[in-house]
């Protein structure tokens, strides 16, 4: 087969054993392998494709043309694709007809249509080979539609927009007259179904001059017999989008329960859920499914008779009957609806209610569906759906997204939004959307008046807060990003119970130990904070737990409160000033989030906040003397070669009673000895293994990952390729925040070991995890990854990585580091015997290596140029450059 793909169900295309897509130029070798499709799998006589090929005039040569055809054919889609025969060719790769052929014979007709991308050999659609197979094809298709609908009908699907679409489109075809009749009676709607059947029937008398077939006279029979379900559900006058899953977890629901209650914050789309889900289950109640609306009224019985129309009281009217009953909008009057459905519960035993609310009712029974913000993809289908009812053309792209998630997934935002496509860009609604509730201001006049506006909606749920209710709401807006209790209780000054009654009101989301509003109640809640006691209450809260956590992130508590943090990293940042600045830079250095601290330097007026802008060599000799180790961390990353002051701070440091300082003494030291002097390979390699110790014993997995990471590269600079895996790979184990180049050596030393497959693994998901704006991480990856081909023995995929690193913008990188690049892809050309570039590779990271200290560097560079002078047989010059790397490495 070859891997071939050949689709003509739609436009001719065809895709290559690698999913790429093949393009077929010209007409007449479009015509030729369409043809060869036809019959994919036989052979095609020569004959019969020249007459197909030229029906009305062939080439002088006809067999001599053909040939030419089919050879070009071959090298455009391979040529194993097409095969030879005396008597003709056979096409021998997958075709879609094939596919789209085993999926309606295997009953999978939504597989089958999903094939279908439009006219059936359309390239050739009129050619007179193509007739025949277009007219069987699309035949084919009608069967598969008419299956789909089959099983959409039998799962309660409402489906019935669809086929009346394609029964007005083939008035004759007598199968989809039918499924049309049988959807109309699945959702009760009888009286349609027998004004579909004579309407048919008629049509057929008068254009055939025959009556009704066996599909249609069953579908006839099915709704006569069928009672008819009372209903004053509304007509739907927009598609239903997004709520699928709740849709069906609803009347699963309510097949097991007979109260069950949607609950969720205003403008999530409970009352059109409920409608939904009432419309599929008509037949499941035909004594009637009635919609309540309360609204706009106080009297939950008297709106319920009058939805009923009768004058009975409805537990005497529905008290044998086997009925829906939808109570919409119950918020306002929840005491009373819940008091009334109890009662009708307990004396209407075929009874169920499907009841829509802020907040639950509370009664005994009550099954409860939370509605939550929709989805990504469900916040876009809908966002989609509505922008193109105003504005036909529009088209999707990134912002969308970012459109439906600043405005929290909320259905009716959402479709306010949307409806601003006919004036405004997405680019344009994105830069609006900082007042997302003045911006929704405008919605369809046809909604009930709380529904109209974003604003409204929410003045709904506000309106219906008592005032300590409304007390707390407005000061959880102060929060960014959620709270946890002790932080509400200390800033907010909010008792539980109105905490409590704010979550089951649902203007408050709870997730595990946090408590968070969505983005437009926060807005909200917002406008209506007067005073700004509550915002420096917030400030002083999350400067004070940074201040008294500190300490802890050095020790067995660390794992801990990095999330704890982690989760409060936007109230941190809300809550910015010098004070948090200085508290947080530990933190900021333990999580690696360099850019944080650098981006609210320019903003902040300390020495640590000066000494990220513009570093002087008296600001660092100044602070070198701090006690922070935060500040001393900075100090240590500003020095850069500055041995001298670094060996300073590792002195004072291993000096210190606190045995976290000695921990960090010994790695400094363990840096220091690496870098200043030939042949301390061995003493920097003790100093990153008491560090190791150190940290073990205090429980700081941050400071073990580092003192691992250091000793592995110490280790395997001397061989030790066993020692050093084991280094890494419990650094890895961890689980804390690690950097790029611990993945690398520990792909690396996997590679060097024989595990190939399970550094290929590391570094493709390194590849995944490193940001596209560290081009020097990146290449770190890409050179990992070219000597794990060479070790694979695929050269030319390692050259191409090997291109792929040093293309790289690297400016600022360790000399060190591209003295390694170099050093690496001069073993690739070696592999590949081009000597003398390879030469010229291994002077170039000699050259770059000599700029630094690194002793470990420096001896591995020049003991790989010592290897490429051995295998050109000058033995001298290799033993001598051994010489000069055994003396560093001491």
């Known amino acids: 087969m070859g891997g071939v793909w050949v689709g003509v169900l739609g436009e001719l295309e065809v895709r290559g054993a690698d999913g790429g897509r093949v393009e077929v130029g010209g007409a007449m070798l479009r015509t030729l392998l369409v043809r060869l499709a036809v019959d994919a799998g036989r052979i095609v006589t020569t004959d019969r494709l020249i007459a197909d090929l030229w029906p009305e005039s062939a080439p002088a040569e006809p067999g001599a043309a053909l040939q030419s055809l089919v050879a070009r054919l071959r090298r455009a889609v391979g040529r194993e694709a097409i095969g030879s025969h005396p008597t003709g060719y056979r096409l021998d790769v997958e075709v879609d007809t ?10 999978r007709p939504r597989e089958a249509l999903d094939l279908w991308r439009g006219a059936p050999l359309a390239d050739v659609g009129d050619a007179e080979f193509a007739r025949a197979p277009i007219t069987r094809l699309e035949e084919l ?19 019935i927009a669809e086929v009346e679409e394609l029964a007005a489109a083939q008035p004759l075809r007598e199968g989809l007259q039918a499924r049309l009749m049988l959807a109309l009676t699945a959702k009760g709607r009888q009286a349609d179904a027998l004004t579909a059947y004579d309407r048919v029937r008629k049509l057929l008398a008068d254009q055939l001059g025959v009556d009704p077939g066996p599909e249609l006279r069953e579908a006839h029979l099915r709704a006569l017999r069928t009672p008819s379900t009372r209903s004053n559900l509304p007509a739907r006058l927009t598609s239903f989008v997004g709520r699928d899953l709740e849709l069906d977890q609803v009347t699963r629901a309510l097949a097991g329960a007979r109260l069950v209650t949607l609950t969720g ?27 309540v609306d309360l609204t706009s009224t106080t009297d939950v019985m008297a709106a319920t008779r009058e939805a009923l129309d009768t004058a009975d009281h409805p537990r005497d009217y529905l008290a044998t009957r086997n009925s829906l009953l939808v109570l919409d909008n119950c918020e306002h009057v929840i005491d009373a609806a819940a008091d009334f459905a109890a009662d009708l519960l307990a004396r209407c035993p075929r009874l169920k209610i499907l009841a829509t609310s802020r907040e639950p009712l509370n009664v005994t029974g009550e099954t409860l569906c939370p509605l939550r913000p929709l989805a990504d993809n469900q916040a876009v289908a809908l966002f989609m759906d509505r922008a193109r009812a105003v504005s036909p053309g529009f088209r999707t792209d990134e912002s969308v997204v970012d459109i439906c998630r600043a405005l929290d997934g909320l259905p009716l935002a959402i479709e306010l939004a949307a409806a601003r496509i006919r004036s405004l860009t997405p680019s344009q609604l994105i830069d609006r959307l900082g007042d997302r509730i003045g911006l929704l201001d405008k919605g369809t006049r046809a909604a009930p008046q709380r529904h109209r506006t974003l604003r409204a909606v929410i003045d709904w749920s506000w309106d219906l807060l008592d005032e300590d209710e409304r007390t707390l709401l407005s000061r959880l807006s102060v929060f960014a990003g959620g709270a946890t209790l002790e932080a509400i209780e200390q800033v907010a000054q909010g008792a539980l119970d109105q905490l409590t009654s704010l979550v089951d009101k649902s203007l408050v989301v709870a997730t595990e130990e946090r408590y968070r509003l969505l983005e437009t109640i926060r807005e909200y809640a917002a406008s209506k904070l007067d005073g700004d006691e509550t915002r420096q209450r917030h400030a002083d809260y999350y400067t004070e737990l940074v201040e008294r956590v500190e300490p802890l992130l050095r020790g067995p508590e660390q794992a801990a409160w990095l999330a704890r943090l982690t989760a409060e990293r936007a109230n941190l940042d809300l809550a910015m000033s010098p004070r948090m600045f200085t508290a947080r830079l530990w933190l900021w250095l333990v999580l690696a989030q360099l850019q944080d601290p650098l981006r609210w330097a320019e903003t902040i007026d300390t020495d640590e906040a000066q000494l990220l802008r513009a570093p002087t060599e008296e600001l660092l000799d100044r602070l070198a003397l701090a006690d922070g180790p935060a500040t001393l961390a900075l100090v240590v990353i500003r020095s850069g070669n500055n041995t001298k002051r670094l060996a300073g701070i590792a002195d004072r440091l291993s000096e210190s009673d606190d045995p976290w300082r000695r921990a960090a003494g010994e790695l400094l ?16 390699e003790r100093h990153f ?42 650094a890895l184990s961890l689980g804390v925040h690690v950097p790029t180049l611990l993945h690398v050596q520990s792909a690396q030393l996997q590679a060097r070991t024989g595990d190939i497959a399970g550094a290929r693994l590391l570094l493709e998901r390194a590849e995944r995890s490193t940001p596209k704006d560290d081009p020097v991480s990146l290449a770190r990856v890409h050179n990992a990854l070219a000597e794990l081909e060479r070790l694979d ?13 040093l293309a790289a913008d690297v400016t600022g990188a360790p000399a060190q580091f591209l003295a390694l690049l170099r050093m690496n892809y001069a073993l690739t050309l070696t592999a590949l015997g081009e000597r003398t570039e390879a030469g010229r590779q291994h002077e170039m990271a000699v050259e770059l290596a000599m700029q630094t200290k690194d002793a470990p560097a420096r001896a591995v560079v020049l003991e790989a140029q010592a290897a490429w002078f051995d295998s050109g047989g000058d033995q001298d010059r290799a033993a001598a450059l051994r010489a000069k790397a055994a003396a560093l490495r001491g």
């Not at 094939?98 to 009953?107: D, H, K, N, T, V």
């Open 98 to 107: 094939q596919q789209f052929e085993r999926a309606i014979a295997e009953g």
């Open 141 to 159: 298709r009608a069967t598969a539609v008419e299956a789909r609908i089959d099983a959409d009908i039998a799962a309660q699907r409402d489906v």
């Open 265 to 291: 914050t205003g403008g999530t789309g409970k009352t059109r859920l409920a409608i939904e889900a009432a419309k599929r289950l008509l037949t499941d109640f035909p004594d009637g499914v009635w919609l």
């Open 669 to 684: 030291h363990g840096y220091v000895a690496s870098e200043i002097s030939d042949g301390a390979v061995p003493q920097a």
């Open 689 to 730: 293994a008491q560090a190791a110790t150190a940290f073990r014993e205090l429980g700081d997995q941050v400071g073990l990952t580092y003192a691992l990471t250091f000793l592995s590269i110490s280790q395997s600079s001397r061989g030790e390729n066993e020692a050093a895996l084991r280094s890494a790979s419990e």
């Open 793 to 805: 023995g695929n050269l030319p995929k390692a050259v191409a990585w090997h291109r792929t690193a």
